[in-house]
């Protein structure tokens, strides 16, 4: 017969206990009163709405409850005070478009085990203005152009923020550049005059920025421009 002495066998009793208990706790503590479905994306303007169903599955009240929106370095949070047992909560929220097109959506509560889903945009569906640039590729001193620039709302709401920005290198045109700033409406396509007249031959980089909201496409053309 073996003896083991009890201040070997204690603290391993000990041990073995609190494992047990705190695992118990866990179980007991942090369950799923929690359910999340119809969660996903839709657009507005120069926004986009986050749209879910907040579910209480349980047969008692769930307390603060947090939805959590990531997007890159930004962090958007939203309280629901309670939720009655068997209440659905419909959730719907505006969110800045931005460079980053993945969303990590985090629902929590007290004593519950948080619900995550990540949701990634495809690029084509966050540009609420399509615009098209007609420029000739090549030009000659002295000569005034207009290019044909349009800009389309394909959102499905009113855009009260559209910015669009020129910028040419190398001082080729006599024109000075500055932000232009206008509103579409729903279903919208504007045509924005604009004059270009090259005052010296040599390969002139034009560079058109299109800001709408937080986020901005870029696009180039490069023009030559010949003594007449």
Not at 55 to 68: A, G
Not at 80 to 105: C, H, M, N, W
Not at 169 to 198: A, M, V
Request: aromatic residues 16%; hydrophobic residues 45%; proline residues 5%.
């Amino acid at each position: 017969m073996v003896f083991v002495s009890r201040k070997v066998v204690y603290p391993i009793f000990v041990l073995i206990f609190a494992v047990a208990f705190f695992a118990l706790i866990y179980f007991v503590s942090f369950s799923q009163d929690l359910s999340v479905s119809n969660a996903q994306f839709d657009f507005s303007g120069d926004k986009i709405v986050l749209k879910m169903d907040i579910n209480n599955i349980s047969n008692h009240f769930v307390k603060d409850i947090e939805v959590l929106v990531v997007n890159g370095d930004k962090e958007n949070s939203h309280i629901i005070k309670t939720l009655a047992p068997g209440e659905q909560y419909y959730f719907e929220e505006e969110f800045e478009i931005s460079e980053y097109l993945r969303y990590d959506v985090y629902v929590k509560a007290p004593f519950n085990i948080t619900k995550y889903f990540p949701i990634e945009l495809n690029e084509n569906t966050i540009r609420p203005v399509l615009v098209s640039v007609a420029i000739e590729p090549e030009m000659k001193v002295g000569v005034q152009y207009n290019p044909i620039i349009n800009f389309v709302n394909v959102s499905e709401s009113d855009i009260f923020e559209v910015m669009w920005i020129t910028s040419a290198d190398g001082g080729f045109f006599e024109e000075e550049f500055f932000p232009r700033e206008f509103s579409l409406k729903l279903g919208e396509s504007k045509y924005l005059p604009t004059t270009f007249t090259p005052k010296a031959p040599g390969k002139a980089k034009l560079t058109f920025i299109l800001k709408v909201g937080n986020i901005e496409y870029e696009q180039e053309k490069v023009i030559t421009i010949i003594q007449e």
